[in-house]
């Protein structure tokens, strides 16, 4: 019953945008939306949406609190609250907690003789403060902020902002409906742009269906969702045979998959990738050999990048080698029991990991101190972060280990040194193991081969798609991150593969792209993180291709790349990129919008308005 289908997010810009256009000329760089049950915040840079959140599932410091307050307090929201509110000389400070528990402080302070108006006042600067605190959560904030939504017709929360701000807060003409504003435009310029059927613009007739709302025979009905412990109580909205549901935690299980007209162009690198990396340990026919000791590998961390080195050198030198299973609900859990400090999610599903293979029945875990990693530049270090070096370390002490600490085989290895230095540690670690030197050397060079053999056919790949969306000028993501949080799609919701699925995006991982020989020092002129440089050298790509943007995907906690990040627009020659934060939890849907909003301003979505563009250049 729509004719375009659109997030809420780029609703909300669209609208702003164009209010903006007609008012001032001076478009949001910043919106602050809070409405009557939830509250948003979008970060806009040259048009594009670059950061985007929504408050946590309760409605406490939203429009529909202020309103019961209101009531309590026997004042009307409209006009008098504010006015109340504005004159208030002494507001009173009722913290940033819940707000649900504020609620709670206000008839003490009534009975203490607190004034009406400094008790508003005090509300009004409480949903400003739980708003910046809760929700902008140290995100930028810009210099042309809209506030919108329902709650911004209410001057004293506009006010509050723009003192606590120190900056001038603009609640625009119609601000309660701009979403709705924004939409009906994105519909128009669908409309006018010819899609959606074939008659000429005035002979299409919209699909529409809200015109008529009180005529269109729906039935709703409401469920628990039995899909997992999340429990979700859903609403089903039916008319005729079609059905509509809300309330999903997860996009996986009733919501349809965006609308897109595209098909991606390229082939799907990330199963390319996965294939060559596990296609020969999940083979269903493989089978191991009974005589020879079994080695497990974590399926996490640095094996996304180097199982080819270290699954040809430990077969070479004898052992059946194993993986821990994909990652998967049960995996994370272990990972979360068996930590035993608050690393960042991959350490911990490293963790889940090792337990998976002890649970196999593995004869030792082979988890290396890797310190850190070839490159060209040997001028700038090449570090691996602490948590991934001492990974091997902490596992050790973890209780799941206690007793067969003995399993865990853990050389110590400097890949920046080369071969000679990386043969020489490897010998040494081969010696507990009673191997040969000359057997391990061997093993070494062969596991070498293998990985730049891997690593070529990756390139290669790239390569190629670079050229097809050079040649069909097509636009493409490159996803920057580091391997364990852009392949183990346990960590990313599988985002990288729903970009493709559910919007035809043609997806380039970062390992996919001749980043050989890139220099990076006039971004960062001490880039000691390995990954930090090879993430900034793929910028530089991505900087010279302008139908190239990046995703960056990364987690809460991640130290070295919330340092990383700061460099990256520099990099790309300016181009604003998506970043999006894991931290184990399992719904997809705020990143899907985010993704969304990000995709249409860059135009994959609304890919007939960048035709319309070439087309008048
Ligand atoms: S998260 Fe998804 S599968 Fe789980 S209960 Fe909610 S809707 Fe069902
Ligand atoms: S680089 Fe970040 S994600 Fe990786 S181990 Fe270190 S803190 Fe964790």
Redesign the pocket.
Known sequence: GADTINDEITAHKTGATHVADKLTGNRPDTIFEIGGQDSKFISIKDDIVVDFTMNEACAAGTGSFLEEQAEKLGIQIKGEFAQLALSSKNPIRLGERCTVFMEKDLNPYLQRGAKVEDLVAGLAYSIATNYLNRVVRGRYIGNCIFFQGGTAYNDSVAAAFATILDKEIIVPPHNGVIGAIGAALLAKEKMEAGLGNEQSYEERISTFRGYDLEKVDYRIRSF?????????D?QEVRIGDERTYW????S???RKQAKTDKKPIIPDLFAFREELLFGKYDAKDRKLDPNKKTIGIPRAMYTYDRLPFWGTFLSELGFNVVLSEPTNKKITNYGIDSVVAEPCFPIKLAHGHVRDLLEKGVDYIFVPNVINAETEFMNVNSHLCPWGQTLTFVVKHSPMMEGIEHKLLQPTIHFRDGRDTVVKELQDFGKTLGLDRSKVEKAVDLAYKAQSKFQKALLEEGQKALKILSDEDELGIVIVGRAYNIYDMGVNLAIPRKLRDYYGVNVIPMDFLPIEGIEIVDVNSNMYWNYGRKILQSSKIVGKYPNLHIIYITNFKCGPDSYIKQFVTKASNGKPFLSLQFDGH??DAGFLTRCEAYLDSKGFLRWWKRQQQQIAV
């Open positions: 628990v969702c039995p899909g997992c412990s999340n429990h979700c859903i309330g999903d935690k997860c996986e299980r009733y399992s719904n």
